[in-house]
């Protein structure tokens, strides 16, 4: 079986996902390969060369290996300026590198003027002309070698062979089968056009469609897929064991430690690898009102704390990251109290709600102890009548002092903020402003985003939903806001009010750029 990561997502560290499968399959001696597409075929376009018609394109395409070996380097990130220009300018040859195809490539985000990842009629395009894609030339080339590598480990390995096809890319099993864990919009596009590929030249291929973005189209109302027989499989949430019952295993262990080994740790663009580990699905909070996970009714499935610090300590001893990355939706109390009690010895981050344990300085202390590097938190709304509508069961005075705790016990804080919500108008939103400047001494990072109304909520209906996105794959709606505080002047506060008090505008310079929380705890370890 052939795992596949594909393009483009920010490339800093190894996916989480396929590596956790890859644990699940190797658990019960099934053959399995990785394969970073997102990873390869970025450096794959930095590494050919593009048109240079200004200034900066020449400066960048002179020093692209320079700031690519400077993005690995912990010097570099002792400096957010010499971080930014380097970030910046190797984003800028890959926007060159497919300019002629009507394509902005990044290291964060792809876009095609032609074509939407919204639209399934556009997705079905690309499956049909994946030549048109600008990883073609690296894709054409490396999906055969890979699928080439797994046919010999497994007959090295005495699976059974199935029937074999000769084609112009050499002899491949039938019974082939080849996963893509498609979590963003910004892989749709690339993801059918390597299935397409594999289509046109591997009849025989099984395709297996998971991952986070598949599983949101699944739970939209009224599902149908509108791929036909494009794939043989569509997966829903977790994948570890649908894959294991098609591979005819039944007896299933209730959590798999993640395998990276057939992954190029050295190679993701931070300084040191940084490993992903995943201790829950879903969220243990789940009330949020307007949430994708709990308007997606996805069930919280946590693993044992004490199995947790048991994975991360012996991921550690065998990796030596320079940074963990726990990916939860929220970390559990839980969990957090077993980090604060035995530190996995290397510094790490995650997101965490605001709640009583935080509000215990002892406890913040014992967590930057463990190594606790960063957290991330949803704060949403300054307003308290806000926090309680969305049910986020979020004190504000709480809030400040959680806040206060992190910035004494050193931890950097991640703070998101949410504008839009039906809840909330202008007056609302000036007071999450007030409440920004009166804690900005102890908010590090801030991210801004507008609300989007889920299609799926049970809350949809209730505000006149109209077409937000043109395409049948949305999964957002527009809606007539209660209050008035549509999406324009939800922008224009934002950027004519919000961004321009000193206090706001310090805090978002602060913010690595394109990498953004990805790597912003990076900016800490040394404090």
């Known amino acids: 079986m052939l795992l596949i990561f594909p393009p483009v997502a920010k490339p800093c560290e190894p996916p989480a996902g396929i ?73 800028r040859v890959l926007e060159m590198s497919a300019k002629d195809r009507g394509v902005t490539v990044g290291l964060a985000d792809y876009h095609d003027s032609r074509l939407s990842p919204l639209r399934s009629a556009d997705l079905l395009e690309a499956t049909n002309h994946p030549e048109q894609n ?15 590598k797994t046919i010999f480990a497994q007959r090295r390995e005495g699976c059974e062979e199935a029937h074999e096809e000769n084609n112009q890319y050499g002899t491949i099993q039938s019974a ?40 949101s189209w699944m739970k939209r109302p009224g599902w149908k897929t509108p ?24 007896d299933f ?60 300590a012996a991921l550690t001893a065998k990796r030596k990251p320079a940074l963990i990355h726990l990916v ?27 709640n009583k344990e935080l509000a215990d300085r002892d406890f913040c202390m014992a967590l930057k102890r463990s190594g606790c590097a960063m957290l991330k938190l949803g704060l949403e709304s300054g307003d308290q009548d806000v926090l309680d509508r969305m049910q986020k069961g979020t004190d504000l005075q709480t809030a400040s002092q959680v806040l206060n705790n992190l910035r004494e016990a050193g931890i950097s804080t991640y703070v998101y903020l949410l ?63 209660p209050r008035g505080f549509h999406r324009k002047i939800v922008r224009q506060f934002l950027e004519d009010e919000f961004k321009r008090h000193p206090a706001v505008s310090s805090i978002l310079k602060n913010d690595p750029p394109l990498f953004t929380s990805n790597h912003a705890a990076l900016f800490n370890l040394r404090k």
């Open 19 to 91: 590596a956790r499968l890859s644990g699940a399959l190797t658990a019960h001696g099934i053959s399995s390969r990785l394969l970073d597409a997102n990873l390869e075929g970025l450096l794959f376009l930095l590494s050919r060369s593009c048109p240079a018609s200004d200034t900066w394109t020449r400066r960048a395409v002179k020093h692209n290996l320079a700031n690519l070996v400077a993005l690995r380097s912990s010097r570099t990130y002792q400096s957010l300026d010499r971080y930014s220009r380097a970030v910046k300018d190797v984003n």
């Open 176 to 215: 082939q089968v080849v996963g893509f864990s498609l979590n963003y919009l910004s892989q749709a596009l690339c993801t059918f056009s390597m299935i397409g590929f594999l289509k046109k030249n591997y009849s025989g291929v099984k395709i297996i469609l998971g991952g986070g973005l598949v599983s």
């Open 419 to 481: 504008f839009g919500t039906p809840a909330e108008s202008i007056v609302e939103a000036r007071r999450t402003l007030d409440f920004v400047v009166a804690h900005q001494h102890a908010i590090t990072y801030l991210n801004l985003a507008i609300f989007n109304m889920p299609l799926c909520g049970q809350e949809a209906g209730e505000y006149g939903t109209e077409t937000f996105y043109e395409g049948d794959l949305s999964l957002y709606t527009a809606f007539n806001h």
């Open 253 to 312: 262990q209730e959590h798999y430690q993640p395998h990276y080994e057939r992954l190029p740790l050295e190679d993701y663009l931070s300084p040191g690898s940084i490993l992903p580990y995943s201790a829950s699905s879903g969220c243990y909070w789940n009330k949020c009102s307007f949430c994708p996970e709990a308007a997606e009714n996805n069930p919280y499935v946590p693993i044992p704390a004490d199995q947790a610090i048991a994975d991360l």
């Open 227 to 250: 791929f036909g027989g494009l794939a043989d499989h569509l997966i829903a949430g977790p994948a570890e064991r649908p894959l294991l019952q098609m591979s005819g295993v039944w």
């Open 328 to 354: 939860d939706n929220s970390i559990s109390p839980a969990l957090m109290h077993a980090l604060a009690d035995k530190s996995p010895g290397v510094p790490w981050y995650g997101f965490a709600r605001i």
């Open 134 to 148: 600008p990883f073609y030339p690296w894709f054409s080339v490396r999906l055969p070698q890979m699928l080439e």
